[in-house]
C-alpha cells in the first residue's frame, strides 16, 4: 500500500463560494492596495494604469489555467510589473517581496 505523501482541495468555488459581486470588490481592494505600495516606493502609476495592468494579468492567468498550467505569485508580479514599466524607472527585487511593518527602535 503507498503511503499518502500530500491532500490538495480545490478551494474557489468549492470550500470558499464568492458572494455575488465580492471578485470585483476584492479587485478594487488589490488595485487600491498595488498603488499604495508602489508609491510608498517611490512609484508612482495612476489608478487606470494599475486597473489595466490588473486586468492584463488576469487575462493572462485565465490563459494559463485554460492550458491547465499554473504560474506563481513572483511570476504574475513579473507580469504586472512588465505591464506597468514606464522608462526610466526601474524595479528592484525588493518591488516583489510583500512589505511588513517595522518598529523604531
Avoid: N
Amino acid at each position: 500500500m503507498r503511503k499518502i505523501t500530500a491532500v490538495t482541495f480545490d478551494l474557489w468555488d468549492t470550500l470558499i463560494q464568492e458572494h455575488p459581486g465580492g471578485s470585483d470588490r476584492l479587485a478594487k481592494l488589490r488595485i487600491e492596495k498595488i498603488g499604495s505600495l508602489l508609491s510608498s516606493r517611490g512609484i508612482i502609476h495612476s489608478k487606470d494604469e494599475i486597473a489595466s495592468a490588473y486586468k492584463k494579468t488576469g487575462d493572462f492567468l485565465e490563459l494559463t489555467w485554460s492550458k491547465r498550467r499554473d504560474m506563481p505569485v513572483h511570476d504574475q508580479v513579473l507580469f504586472m510589473k512588465s505591464v506597468l514599466r514606464r522608462p526610466p524607472i526601474h524595479w528592484g527585487e525588493e518591488a516583489c517581496r510583500p512589505t511588513l511593518p517595522t518598529s523604531d527602535p
